[in-house]
T-cell receptor, first 113, second 113 residues
Framework: NAGVTQTPKFQVLKTGQSMTLQCAQDMNHNSMYWYRQDPGMGLRLIYYSASEGTTDKGEVPNGYNVSRLNKREFSLRLESAAPSQTSVYFC????????????FGQGTRLTVV | GENVEQHPSTLSVQEGDSAVIKCTYSDSASNYFPWYKQELGKGPQLIIDIRSNVGEKKDQRIAVTLNKTAKHFSLHITETQPEDSAVYFCAASTPGGADGLTFGKGTHLIIQP
């Protein structure tokens, strides 16, 4: 089992460009999440999907959109990248409603210049 | 929403000594408190968790304590080893748990040889 797989691992964008971060999990988890990690800020929730077919905003959703493509896949889209979106992005999954372990991917390091 | 404070931001201990990291939370409804370890270049990984119906939990050299009245919980690592060097995050989740974890800002633990 691969667990949670994120692509790409690294990306450099110019201001105004768009891109989609991909995430897939093979644990049959119900819930999936996108976090961003900035120095000294911990991990902040961008969007989450409690179950297939639903998505909700987290703490810092502005500038992002998400799609829960199916139970396995949850993508994060930046429509018009800004330097403030330079960060490390982590996708995670969990069973969700039982407050059980969340499994994280390896992260995507995004730089917007 | 939930707010989690974590202290200290950096902790340096001698190999073999104990390390203690403390967190407080604001939402009295939170009932699940995991601790994650993040090594350089990797995603966070769960090391121990505790639920609100338990006051203490231990797993080999790692223990977590929870004081619901004071709304704080702590991570204790005994007999520290070089491989314990990492960034540690506490987190809290409300009942249901599908809307994700709220993380503290992290503690960089340095084990001095």
């Amino acid at each position: 089992n691969a667990g949670v797989t994120q692509t790409p691992k690294f990306q450099v964008l110019k201001t105004g460009q768009s891109m989609t971060l991909q995430c897939a999990q093979d644990m049959n988890h119900n819930s999936m999440y996108w976090y961003r990690q900035d120095p000294g800020m911990g991990l902040r929730l961008i969007y989450y999907s409690a179950s297939e077919g639903t998505t909700d905003k987290g703490e810092v959703p502005n500038g992002y959109n998400v799609s829960r493509l199916n139970k396995r896949e949850f993508s994060l889209r930046l429509e018009s990248a800004a330097p403030s979106q330079t960060s490390v992005y982590f996708c995670a999954s969990s069973w969700g409603n039982m407050n059980t372990e969340a499994f994280f991917g390896q992260g995507t390091r995004l730089t917007v210049v | 929403g939930e707010n989690v404070e974590q202290h200290p931001s950096t902790l340096s201990v001698q190999e073999g000594d104990s390390a203690v990291i403390k967190c407080t939370y604001s939402d009295s409804a939170s009932n699940y408190f995991p601790w994650y370890k993040q090594e350089l270049g990797k995603g966070p990984q769960l090391i121990i968790d505790i639920r609100s119906n338990v006051g203490e939990k231990k797993d080999q050299r790692i223990a977590v304590t929870l004081n619901k009245t004071a709304k704080h919980f702590s991570l204790h690592i005994t007999e520290t080893q070089p491989e314990d060097s990492a960034v540690y995050f506490c987190a809290a989740s409300t009942p249901g748990g599908a809307d994700g974890l709220t993380f503290g800002k992290g503690t960089h633990l340095i084990i001095q040889p």
